[in-house]
């Protein structure tokens, strides 16, 4: 009977580790653990097509889930939509690791596919992923500051403000970048934007072209920031998001921006 009770014990134990996961991963001290922000729609949250070595664990890139754990990052890191996929953050994250063997890279994915900048504001709700975009950002930012050091934002948005919003697009982005610095108590973390998709034979409205001169201006009147380009990138079948190969090179161009504002 002993027996049967000890072999009871070990069964259950197995059973609720299966029900309640694995232990918590070990986080390092504050601050070696670098924290990336990842906001803005569709293309960040990312919809490269995932290959079976990206949902391998990434090597020192822990994420935050949807739950406000960490756990080891793989993709897809977003959750916004079900066929969330590959975006910038996923090279982003694998070239900072590996640029210092000493810091655990930490994703907070917050980006939502479909989202205005009108939804990156306080209290507004976005049906199409079913969260408040700018709520959401802030509350897991602030968790995850309780564990780490915030070292970057990453920012892919303006698609959906190609309209009557490209006139007041540089003013809310502006609001936002400073916002979000006050709010996280962190007014030197470098803001990385990248520019919307120029793909072959896509041809600009004077909306998207006015989206692209507010960016570039918002990123010049709120230092350290930069701007990165979208040339040369090439889409999914769709035309609409950047596909896995350019996802991947967006991320290492978003990384070589952030290495030249922290080298300064």
């Not at 350290?224 to 950047?242: M, Y």
């Amino acid at each position: 009977m002993k027996k049967v009770g000890i072999l009871c014990t070990v069964v259950c134990g197995l059973l609720l580790s299966a029900a309640f996961g694995a232990d918590p991963v070990k986080l390092p001290p504050k601050e070696k653990f670098y924290l990336v922000l990842l906001a803005g729609q569709s293309n960040m949250a990312g919809r490269g097509k995932i290959q079976p070595e990206d949902r391998a664990p990434y090597p020192r890139v822990l994420m935050l889930n949807k739950e406000g754990e960490w756990v080891p990052a793989s993709a897809p890191i977003h959750f916004d939509k079900s066929f969330a996929g590959i975006g910038p953050g996923d090279a982003f994250a694998k070239l900072l690791a590996g640029s210092d063997p000493s810091i655990t890279v930490g994703l907070i994915p917050a980006a939502c596919g479909g989202s205005s900048i009108r939804h990156w504001r306080p209290g507004v709700y976005w049906e199409q992923t079913q969260s408040h975009p700018y709520d959401d950002a802030v509350a897991r930012t602030r968790k995850a500051l309780e564990s780490g050091t915030l070292k970057a934002i990453l920012w892919h948005q303006g698609e959906a403000d190609c309209n009557k919003n490209a006139d007041q697009y540089a003013r809310w982005l502006t609001e936002l970048i400073r916002d979000f610095r006050q709010k996280f108590n962190a007014p030197d973390v470098p803001v990385i934007v990248g520019q919307l998709s120029q793909f072959p034979g896509a041809k600009w409205s004077e909306a998207r072209r006015k989206v692209d001169a507010a960016q570039r201006k918002a990123v010049g009147e709120n230092q350290p920031a930069a701007f990165v380009t979208s040339e040369g990138l090439t889409s999914n079948p769709d035309k609409v998001h950047f596909d896995r190969a350019s996802q991947l090179e967006f991320g290492r161009r978003y990384f070589e921006a952030w290495r030249k504002l922290t080298a300064k």
